[in-house]
């Protein structure tokens, strides 16, 4: 799979500080499948976005994620489309090198919807 840009521009459910920060911009890296399913995607975060939990005392930037899809009729693809997918924080970086996802090394935060950026230019 060749890396492709998407941007998440809005969150339908998830922690407030994360709306503060859209649109968040990423570039999908590469499949990596779960016990559960097959379709998770890692995406590098062009900036970092800031997690707070003050129930557990959390206060980190998080520069890798987790996506898929929340709709079985939709697909993370480089021409996808406001597509509905779940987002999960990576908390373990050696997710970035694993070949198959450990789902105790990230944290589901939101539902969001992305679309691929298409890069325009000449030739």
């Not at 379709?39 to 939990?53: G, H, K, P, Q, T």
Request: charged share 30%; glycine share 4%; aromatic share 8%.
């Amino acid at each position: 799979m060749k890396p492709f840009d998407i941007e998440i521009s809005s969150i339908s459910k998830g922690p407030e500080e994360l709306t503060y920060q859209l649109p968040i911009s990423a570039s999908v890296q590469k499949q990596i499948p779960a016990k559960n399913r097959s379709d998770y995607f890692i995406a590098e975060l062009e900036n970092s976005v800031f997690w707070v939990d003050k129930k557990k005392g959390i206060n980190t930037e998080i520069s890798h994620i987790i996506i898929c899809t929340k709709k079985k009729s939709q697909f993370i693809e480089k021409d996808m489309k406001d597509v509905i997918i779940a987002i999960a924080y990576v908390l373990d970086e050696s997710v970035n090198t694993d070949t198959t996802l450990d789902l105790n090394k990230i944290k589901y935060v939101a539902d969001g919807t992305a679309s691929a950026n298409k890069k325009w230019g000449l030739f």
